[in-house]
């Protein structure tokens, strides 16, 4: 099998040749004066097997992955592997005339399989053209908090409806997990604090799937910094960490973040490419 990488997946895209022992495609990606991509695969594929791994996080990272997928137009079967899926928040038809931004793009990716990894809502998987399979992460992530050796470690989800993601860390490590549950006290009041279990003296690591604008988990921070925590940890598998998020998370008392590299950041001190090769090496 080749591997051919985009170029927001170079880096993701070379671990998981080498994990394989696969042949890695060398492309080029330019853009004209004008603003349009270019892209050209270097490298004979002809009649083999191609995947193509190519996190979609900007629109021209969009744009590139279209065509890298047309590029191999001659393969024998294309795999498509979008790390990051982009505008895979967008899930959902909020007022008459909107898109449903995320069906949009995966009716636009051909290929006979595809797979993402710990996509936003796994129904946006019904609207590839394509055998669509979901990936999850949060077991490396796991592994990486194991290795930290913190004091009587505690992986915290934001919500219930992350709870799986918390557990899936945990699973076989001794990690205990737990979730936040909101509780309104008054009108003007919530109470914020872990379901089950005490955070006092513990170092707790907050686990989501994706940290965005940072605000919710800065005031998480806060908030158990408060309830008398040790240390307090934010991770997540897509570091998409926009604007000041990072300023934001320092701020409130974060002592480190940790990410996986389906998107390439200072904070991707874990990599997705052992999930990958798993699944596309089968």
């Given at each position: 099998m080749d591997i051919a990488g985009g170029p927001a997946s170079q880096l993701l895209a070379g671990r998981v040749s080498e994990i394989l022992n696969d042949n890695l495609l060398v492309s080029d990606f330019k853009k004209f004066p004008d603003g349009e991509l270019y892209?050209?695969?270097?490298?004979?594929?002809?009649?083999?097997?191609?995947?193509?791994?190519?996190?979609?996080?900007?629109?021209?990272?969009?744009?590139?992955?279209?065509?890298?997928?047309?590029?191999?137009?001659?393969?024998?079967?294309?795999?498509?592997?979008?790390?990051?899926?982009?505008?895979?928040?967008?899930?959902?038809?909020?007022?008459?005339?909107?898109?449903?931004?995320?069906?949009?793009?995966?009716?636009a990716i051909k290929a006979d399989t595809v797979y993402t990894v710990n996509i936003h809502d796994e129904s946006i998987l019904e609207h590839f053209d394509a055998k669509a399979i979901?990936?999850?992460?949060?077991?490396v992530i796991g592994k990486y908090i194991k290795s930290m050796k913190l004091k009587?470690?505690?992986?915290?989800?934001?919500?219930?409806?992350?709870?799986?993601?918390?557990?899936?860390a945990s699973n076989d490590l001794g990690i205990d997990y737990d979730f936040l549950e909101k509780t309104r006290l008054s009108g003007?009041?919530?109470?914020?604090?872990?379901?089950?279990?005490?955070?006092?003296?513990?170092?707790?690591?907050?686990?989501d799937d994706i940290i965005s604008t940072g605000g919710t988990m800065a005031e998480t921070i806060t908030l158990l910094r408060k309830q008398g925590a040790h240390d307090?940890?934010?991770a997540c598998i897509h570091p998409v960490l926009s604007n000041n998020?990072?300023?934001?998370l320092f701020k409130a008392g974060v002592k480190g973040i940790i990410a996986t590299d389906t998107i390439d950041k200072g904070v991707s001190v874990v990599?997705?490419?052992?999930?990958?090769?798993?699944?596309?090496g089968k």
């Open positions: 892209t050209r695969i270097l490298d004979d594929f002809s009649g083999h097997d191609v995947s193509i791994i190519q996190s979609t996080v900007t629109d021209s990272d969009f744009v590139s992955l279209l065509q890298l997928i047309d590029a191999c137009s001659d393969a024998s079967t294309i795999s498509v592997v979008i790390p990051y899926m982009g505008y895979a928040r967008q899930d959902k038809r909020f007022k008459p005339g909107e898109p449903v931004s995320s069906r949009a793009v995966a009716r979901n990936l999850d992460a949060s077991p009587d470690p505690l992986i915290i989800s934001p919500d219930d409806g992350a709870i799986g993601l918390a557990k899936n003007e009041s919530v109470s914020i604090k872990p379901k089950n279990l005490a955070v006092k003296g513990r170092d707790v690591i907050i686990l307090v940890y934010t998020a990072v300023l934001k990599s997705a490419a052992p999930v990958i090769a798993k699944a596309i």
